[in-house]
């Protein structure tokens, strides 16, 4: 099975839309798939939009009355993938956006190289159709930010907001922390994901995609400034919340069988 699952906060504009785009690449490409939607305490009609797409769709919306912000969304998003599956070692979820900043294209993409082994697979997008000068100098240089705080192997683009993740690295992440998964906010949070999940892949691989920032019905949430020092902040964030050392091999496969049988 694979979880889609799109954080959303008064996306009414573009999330029926992509919704439908994602199921026209399924219908093209014969995987199960369950789509995971969180209404993040939206004040326009996104709610509305959503509700006739359970009908039609293998759809389950989420909603914070609230609005509790985009690593909260994420978080209980995946949480939720991770609840549903009774085979974490075959299946994954895909994190994208709903602001058509991400091509549902990449995702055939996506599952072929989580099929092949590997257990995390991000995308390092390439920015079009965004004219913020600013913007363009966070997307590339926002990842050194966390440098020397956060490491994944082989990723450059650590603040990408897409991507798949093996549930079985993911249920070892949250298993391995206590209390919440992720405890920064923002670009951050992605790289804080991929960082805690990548402690139990054994593959992390990345592919290139396009960011249409020309395709968003509405301006950018995003201030450089305010993002530049949000990732700065962070930096303090992190360090106050290690990753647990990884179980040495013999340890991690019995831990995963008594977690399977219990499962």
Known sequence: MIYVCIP?????????????????????????????????????????VLEPYTRVLPLTVIRHEQRQGYAASVEDLLRH???????PK??????????????PQVIPDLVRRVESGADIVVTEGKLEGE????????????????????????????VSGYSIIRLVALRNALRSTPGRLLVTDGWAANAELYWRAGRY???????????????RHRPTRVRPLNEAAELWRSRAKLRAAPI?????????????RQAEAVS
Not at 91 to 98: E, N, P, R, V
């Open 81 to 87: 993938a991770v609840e549903l599956t009774d085979r």
């Open 131 to 158: 004219p913020s000068t600013g913007y363009r100098l966070l997307r590339r240089y926002g990842p050194s930010l966390l440098r020397g705080v956060v490491t994944v192997a082989g990723v450059n683009d650590l």
């Open 201 to 215: 892949a054994r593959r992390i691989e990345t592919i290139p995609s396009v960011e249409r920032h020309d395709l």
């Open 244 to 256: 647990p050392p990884v179980p040495a091999e013999p340890a991690r496969r019995e831990a995963e």
């Open 8 to 48: 959303s906060h008064d996306e009414a504009a573009t999330i029926g839309l992509l919704l439908w785009k994602i199921r026209q690449v399924f219908a093209g490409f014969s995987r199960e798939y369950q789509l995971l939607v969180l209404d993040d305490g939206s004040t326009d009609a996104t709610g509305e």
């Open 90 to 103: 075959r299946d994954a979820a895909i994190l994208l956006h709903a602001d058509f900043t991400h091509n």
